[in-house]
């Protein structure tokens, strides 16, 4: 079976949406193509099932044009299914001449099946997608494999030594926690902990090569959104500051401080120790 997913907005919302897009092409043992913006493709050549990315740029206006181009890579494709993330009046003329016979999505005239967000974190919130053909969510347990070479070029580029490694990830907004505090935490704790190894991640550090930073960590302290949800995926303790706890998994080696970005200053420096396991 071909499937085919239009997935419009910023790079937290494709990562999002990588779970359900993966059970489903994973259960319906088929291939799956996805329409985004091309500023995101490298992210979707992560997962395997990934067939072809279709660059169309949603959020800036597609012109006439464009969506005449992404009819025809859609006829072309031959898809039993459509999960439709995109609102407006032009995807959903496009859809309803495209042929497919399951058009998935939360509002919009062309879809076959209207859906509503099921419950829990954003990532589980998308089963009512998968529900609606008979298929089933588990969004937790999703893993991001990444190349091997990727991964060895990241840790060979690590601080020697046999010591855990401290990944930190500051957003890099204003109000973000204080940047005094990400330089010294490392200090404080290899006062408890000698061999600690610790690296910062570049503000704007390529995706794959921060996927394979977060993943070649031992634990990750971040208040960027992106980097949380790539800790999630790869399964890397997490101390997610500026998120509330719903927004990700329940999980014990998942801490959150800090109900919101707002609240981020008022996090001192022993709560982030003892979130990290130094009481």
Not at 22 to 50: E, M
Not at 54 to 65: E, G, K, Q, V, Y
Not at 134 to 152: E, I, V
Request: glycine share 6%; with cysteine; net charge negative.
């Amino acid at each position: 079976m071909r499937v085919l997913a239009l997935s419009p907005g910023p790079l937290i919302q494709q990562l999002q949406r990588l779970p359900a897009l993966a059970a489903a092409a994973n259960q319906l043992q088929g291939k799956l193509q996805l329409a985004c913006d091309p500023t995101h493709q490298a992210l979707w050549s992560l997962l395997p099932a990934i067939e072809k990315v279709i660059p169309i740029a949603f959020d800036s206006s597609p012109s006439l044009a464009d969506w005449t181009n992404l009819l025809g890579s859609v006829r072309e494709g031959d898809f039993q299914v459509c999960f439709n993330f995109a609102q407006g009046q032009q995807v959903n003329l496009m859809l309803s001449m495209s042929h497919i016979p399951i058009r998935i999505a939360e509002q919009g005239f062309a879809c076959t099946a209207l859906v509503e967000p099921s419950k829990g974190w954003p990532a589980q919130q998308l089963d009512c997608y998968l529900q609606a053909i008979g298929l089933t969510l588990d969004a937790d347990s999703f893993r991001l494999f990444l190349p091997d070479d990727s991964l060895q070029k990241v840790r060979d580029q690590h601080p020697t030594g046999e010591g855990p490694l401290l990944l930190l990830a500051p957003n890099g907004n204003d109000g973000d926690w204080p940047t005094q505090q990400w330089l010294t935490l490392p200090k404080a704790i290899k006062g408890k902990l000698p061999n600690l190894r610790s690296i910062t991640l570049p503000l704007k550090a390529p995706l794959i090569h921060r996927a394979a930073e977060v993943a070649c960590a031992d634990v990750v302290l971040s208040s960027c959104p992106i980097t949380q949800l790539l800790a999630v995926y790869t399964g890397v303790p997490l101390v997610a500051l500026g998120t509330p706890a719903d927004a990700l998994p329940k999980r014990d080696e998942i801490r959150c401080l800090g109900a919101s970005h707002a609240d981020i200053n008022s996090i001192n420096q022993q709560e982030v120790l003892n979130a990290l396991g130094f009481q």
